[in-house]
């Protein structure tokens, strides 16, 4: 089944440029490219706060009248949050701009689970300016 998932996003001419982008960020494996180009067309043409919300992990909020209750995420369509989960993981140990959030968030406080969540917002409004820019992933200089 994968093997015939990995010939047809190859085969998604309209696509190709897409693939090309996510496959280049460090943490997106196949399952995450292939489950955001079957599901997420509206990559790249969304704003960071629609894509967010689209996906599920925007903070939501949870009010009434003068009382204020946590954020929690809501809503999105049911795969790219839990495939978004799991690349975001990834991306925590391995590319470094994910992993210096990840860690901040950390050192501030956050539970993991609140600080992972953040980082896969982060992931996917860069994967959404970089599609909707054209650009492929770049290292950040260290200095």
């Known amino acids: 089944m994968d093997e015939r998932i990995a010939k047809a996003v190859e085969a998604d001419v309209a696509n190709a ?3 090309e982008i996510l496959n280049s960020v460090k943490g997106i494996g196949p399952v995450t ?5 079957a599901e997420l067309p509206e990559l790249g043409k969304l704003n ?12 939501m909020n949870n009010d009434s009248g003068k009382s204020t209750g946590k954020r929690k995420m809501a809503g999105g369509r049911c795969n790219v949050p839990s495939t978004l989960y799991m ?7 391995f590319n470094p ?10 050192a501030k406080g956050k539970l ?10 982060k992931l996917i409004t860069i994967l959404n300016t970089m599609v909707h820019t054209d650009q492929l992933w770049r290292e950040p200089v260290s200095g």
């Not at 993991?112 to 917002?121: G, H, Y």
């Open 87 to 93: 690349a975001t993981l990834v991306a925590t140990r």
């Open 17 to 19: 440029r897409t693939v």
């Open 97 to 106: 701009t994910i992993k210096a959030f990840y860690q901040r968030l950390l």
């Open 112 to 121: 993991m689970k609140v600080a992972l969540t953040a980082a896969m917002r």
């Open 33 to 37: 490219v292939s489950t955001i180009v």
């Open 48 to 59: 960071r706060q629609e894509i967010a919300k689209l996906v599920g992990v925007a903070p």
